[in-house]
């Protein structure tokens, strides 16, 4: 168990990071522009959604890595949403509302929610598409991508390992999503970087 519980941690330690280039790049960059925030909003409620199942499950490297990721992800909501009583607002009722349903519905319909949430970031596949027609900047981090992706394929093999069929789903399709944001980024950029030169 304790060498299954490495992969997850692994994959969990990774998870943790996705959200720090992000909220990093946003510092330096000295905006948001071109993130979604419902796409954050939604990353926050996929890390709520797996502590509660990793609380539920006695799943060590699920709870106590997807607790750090919240944190991270609900940075930066933080920032993106530029009223802080608002932010405060919107974070913990989003957490408590998330977590009260994964814990509280029966496994059946918890799981719906789960598949439902990991399209977290489908709307930023979209924006990133978006940005690509109309040819503006974006603050999204091909890193962060990049090590999101890496995640998920540590926590699919957790999944195998631990027999989880619904683990392995739900990671399948952030790793998707992932990878097509991630190639909407690189045209963009190349797409904007041809423009100017």
């Known amino acids: ?9 692994i994959g969990g330690v990774l998870s943790i990071f996705f959200g720090l280039p992000q909220a990093l790049r946003i510092r330096r960059l000295g905006h948001g522009r071109g993130l979604s925030l419902i796409s954050w909003l939604l990353q926050l409620g996929v890390a709520t959604s797996w502590a509660a199942y990793g ?13 750090a990721a919240g944190l991270i992800n609900a940075s930066v909501v933080w920032v993106i949403i530029h009223n802080r009583v608002r932010s405060i607002l919107t974070i913990s009722t989003l ?5 009260g349903l994964v814990l509280t519905l029966p496994a059946s319909i918890a ?17 990133s598409y978006k940005n690509i027609k109309i040819g503006k900047d974006s603050a999204v981090s091909v890193v962060a991508m990049s090590v ?14 631990i027999n989880d069929a619904l683990l392995v789903l739900c990671n399948a399709i952030v790793l998707t999503n992932n990878i097509a944001i991630i190639a909407l980024e690189i045209i963009g950029k190349r797409s904007r970087a041809s423009k100017t030169s």
């Not at 957490?95 to 977590?99: Q, S």
């Not at 799981?111 to 924006?127: E, G, H, M």
């Open 148 to 161: 999101s992706a890496l995640s998920g394929i540590f926590w699919i093999t957790y999944a195998v390992l």
């Open 111 to 127: 799981s719906v929610l789960l598949i439902s949430l990991v399209f977290a970031q489908t709307p930023q596949v979209y924006k």
């Open 1 to 9: 168990m304790l060498s299954t519980e490495f992969f997850g941690f």
């Open 55 to 67: 609380f539920d499950k006695n799943s060590p490297s699920l709870l106590a890595t997807n607790v």
């Open 95 to 99: 957490v408590a509302i998330v977590a």
